[in-house]
């Protein structure tokens, strides 16, 4: 069975920064590429990063370029998200996913992460 669980949501002030991470589980992690993916309360799904399975290419949307840093460890079979410099419209539900077929197959539970202070 193919799992996806996201954790290190939180509370955070602008400026200061959180590590998402998700344990994944019930499939070949090296080969599948995953993503992460946040909604805005009230707004629609908005893709926020994509590293593929070896970990060797990453994108982002300009709208946290320089800000997250996506990466894996195959050891662990976990993806991580580094979000630094965080701001009020940071604040959302984070979603990690497996990317297949030009989309994704499966998804985390979500994580909430709230940038106020």
């Known amino acids: 069975e193919v799992q996806l669980v996201e954790s290190g949501g939180g509370l955070v002030q602008p400026g200061g920064s959180l590590r998402l991470s998700c344990a994944t589980s019930g499939f070949p992690f090296s080969i599948y590429g995953l993503s992460w993916v946040r909604q805005a309360p009230g707004k629609g799904l908005e893709w926020v990063s994509t590293?593929?399975?070896?970990?060797?290419?990453?994108n982002y949307p300009d709208s946290v370029k320089g800000r997250f840093t996506v990466s894996r460890d195959k050891d662990k079979k976990t993806l991580y998200l580094q979000m630094n410099n965080l701001k009020p419209e940071d604040t959302a539900v984070f979603y990690c996913?497996?990317?297949?077929?030009?989309?994704?197959?499966?998804w985390g539970q979500g994580t909430q992460v709230t940038v106020s202070s």
């Open positions: 590293i593929n399975g070896d970990g060797g290419s990453t």
């Open positions: 996913a497996r990317a297949f077929s030009g989309g994704f197959d499966y």
